[in-house]
């Protein structure tokens, strides 16, 4: 399912709701994404979602103790499958990330005024992934901000149909993004 599916039953086909994509190429967004959901927290905004964690220890390898966050209450899952001694990669634990997604779409139903997801990657470019939640949350009307690596743009245009914005990776634009997303006027 694209995004676009979402817009098939409104006759008026005007978007369903702001989604975005924050572009990053080395410097992986969590940290932007876990800092803009705590001042907004802070707020008094109502955002779920997760980013995704790496213990420092992990920075040689791709998947050691990779891990998703959840915003809203911190809770910690680990998603990747070591494939053993020797290895240079892992496996996506798709059980894992499926209770995730499941979690996600709880926290859509109580209410959000923001999802952040911590990446649009192969799993969602393979149909699978929180493409579900994604769309739970446009037919909801709730904004959603994730990562794009450039690797992964030809598949977001496939699945967003020119329905997403891509952001800069600063606050200052997510800001304006959301404020933009919710209908807030800026002052001049």
């Not at 496996?91 to 923001?114: C, H, T, W, Y």
């Not at 891509?166 to 807030?184: A, N, Q």
């Given at each position: 399912?694209?995004?676009?599916?979402?817009?098939?039953?409104r006759p008026d086909r005007a978007p369903i709701g702001p989604l975005a994509a924050i572009l990053y190429q080395d410097t992986p967004p969590d940290a932007l994404l876990a800092g803009f959901a705590r001042r907004l927290i802070a707020q008094g905004l109502r955002v779920g979602g997760v980013v995704q964690e790496r213990p420092a220890t992990a920075a040689g390898c791709r998947c050691a103790e990779m891990a998703l966050l959840a915003l809203a209450s911190g809770h910690r899952t680990p998603v990747a499958q070591p494939l053993g001694p020797g290895s240079t990669g892992c496996?996506?634990?798709?059980?894992?990330?499926?209770?995730?997604?499941?979690?996600?779409?709880?926290?859509?139903?109580?209410?959000?005024?923001?999802l952040i997801l911590n990446r649009f990657g192969k799993a969602e470019a393979e149909g699978r992934g929180f493409r579900d939640v994604i769309a739970a949350a446009l037919a909801r009307e709730i904004p959603v901000l994730t990562a794009l690596h450039p690797r992964n743009l030809p598949d977001?245009?496939?699945?967003?149909?020119?329905?997403?914005?891509?952001?800069?990776?600063?606050?200052?634009?997510?800001?304006?993004?959301?404020?933009?997303?919710?209908?807030?006027?800026?002052?001049?």
């Open positions: 399912m694209t995004a676009q599916d979402l817009l098939s039953d496996r996506l634990d798709f059980g894992a990330l499926a209770q995730v997604a499941q979690d996600l779409l709880g926290e859509i139903d109580a209410g959000l005024d923001l977001w245009i496939r699945f967003t149909e020119g329905a997403a914005l891509l952001l800069m990776p600063d606050e200052t634009t997510l800001h304006h993004w959301l404020d933009d997303s919710r209908g807030v006027a800026h002052a001049a």
